[in-house]
């Protein structure tokens, strides 16, 4: 047991007892009080995102897509709840852990909307032009995804539930696990994305040409764009995260906060904005659920292996009776026959 001398020459057992007027910085969770005027911006701007998301996603029915955003932006107001009680408490355990813990995988959620969003870009573009099936990149990034939130959080959980000073350092070491499988998640996502767009330069012949009054608009390429930016903060935040933690909470990074609030705050603000702002429900032109694949065979779905979304098919097309994909290659008659 760690004793605490106050300012007084008090001694306490426990220093969650201490408060800024009685007992020295060296003795709190870290070795700052959190600036209350940053962290109740960050809090006010992940607030004011909820009402978009929320508006835009029951608009255009993006309820995956939603609810990660949702998700990832309740923690991170909770999380920075936690940093306005630590600058009037920097010694009360219960609002670090809250931090800590809604900070660490809140970034987790975001991740997971970005990562539906590959497999509805590359239907738009053209299955085609892809060297993996749209629903193989949800499947595989959803997993992984799926798998870095539960070492975060089973961490997390480790490190709140604790009774001494080596099953906290393991939970640690849980969530430091976690956020490098996220880091390495996230660089395969980011390869893989510009793979698919040197495919698209190389074999233009492969691109669905029916969905070009889509992907024209100046609201669909700013939705790339800001994906872009949203996924590169979000990595560079799960780098910084992954090495604030296994410094430990004695090292330089956990208590820097100008560099928190640069490396952490800021770059989830950046995804998040950027993940709202373009949002791909206006993005994709109200089309995103019609533009989602489906787990079931081609035939069935009504999509276009190589012509795309349905919805693109004139009328004059499919009444003309002219020959499909699906009449020319008898592969494709029976659905059994579909990987």
Same mark, same amino acid.
């Given at each position: ?7 007084? !020459?008090?001694?306490?057992? $426990? ?20 600036? @209350? ?5 960050? #809090? ?28 990832? @932006? #309740? ?5 920075? %709840?936690?940093? /306005? ?22 970034? &987790?959620?975001?991740? +997971?909307?970005?990562? @539906?969003? #590959? &497999?509805?870009? /590359?239907?738009?573009?053209?299955? !085609? ?18 798998? =870095?939130? %539960?070492?975060?959080?089973? !961490? ?15 939970? %640690?070491?849980? *969530? ?7 880091? %390495?998640?996230?660089?395969?996502? *980011?390869? #893989?994305?510009?793979?698919? +767009? ?15 009054? /889509? ?12 994906? &872009? ?8 935040? =799960? ?14 990074? +956990? ?9 952490? !705050?800021? *770059? ?29 065979? @081609? ?20 009444? +003309? ?7 020319? $290659? ?10």
């Amino acid at each position: 047991m760690e004793y605490v001398v106050t300012f007084n !020459g008090t001694i306490l057992d $426990d220093a969650g007892l201490c408060t800024i007027e009685t007992c020295s910085l060296k003795y709190a969770n870290f070795e700052y009080i959190p600036n @209350l005027a940053g962290n109740i911006i960050f #809090l006010a701007i992940f607030g004011i995102l909820l009402v978009p998301q929320i508006f835009f996603g029951i608009k255009y029915k993006t309820w995956g897509y939603m609810a990660g955003m949702l998700g990832g @932006l #309740l923690l991170e107001i909770i999380g920075y %709840v936690g940093r /306005v009680q630590i600058h009037f408490n920097p010694f009360q355990f219960d609002p670090f852990l809250e931090y800590l813990i809604c900070l660490t995988i809140g970034p &987790a959620f975001l991740t +997971a909307s970005i990562y @539906l969003c #590959l &497999a509805r870009i /590359v239907v738009m573009y053209g299955e !085609g032009a892809s060297r993996i099936k749209p629903r193989t990149y949800t499947i595989v990034f959803i997993s992984c995804d799926f798998l =870095s939130l %539960v070492l975060q959080g089973g !961490g997390g959980g480790l490190t709140a539930t604790s009774n001494d000073p080596n099953s906290t350092q393991t939970g %640690v070491n849980i *969530m430091v696990a976690g956020l490098i499988f996220q880091v %390495v998640s996230l660089t395969v996502f *980011m390869l #893989l994305c510009v793979d698919f +767009a040197f495919r698209l330069r190389r074999y233009p012949n492969k691109v669905n040409s029916s969905t070009i009054s /889509v992907r024209s608009t100046f609201k669909w390429k700013a939705f790339l764009i800001c994906l &872009a930016i949203a996924t590169i903060t979000i990595f560079v935040r =799960s780098i910084f995260r992954a090495a604030e933690l296994y410094q430990g909470f004695d090292g330089a990074l +956990a208590n820097q906060e100008i560099t928190f609030m640069i490396l952490e !705050g800021a *770059m989830v603000v950046i995804a998040c904005i950027c993940l709202t702002l373009f949002h791909p429900g206006v993005s994709f032109g109200g089309k995103w659920d019609q533009g989602n694949f489906k787990f079931r065979p @081609l035939k069935q779905r009504g999509l276009e292996q190589t012509t795309g979304p349905a919805w693109e098919m004139t009328d004059d097309r499919r009444s +003309a009776g002219r020959e499909t994909p699906y009449e020319s $290659d008898n592969s494709l008659k029976n659905p059994h026959n579909q990987v």
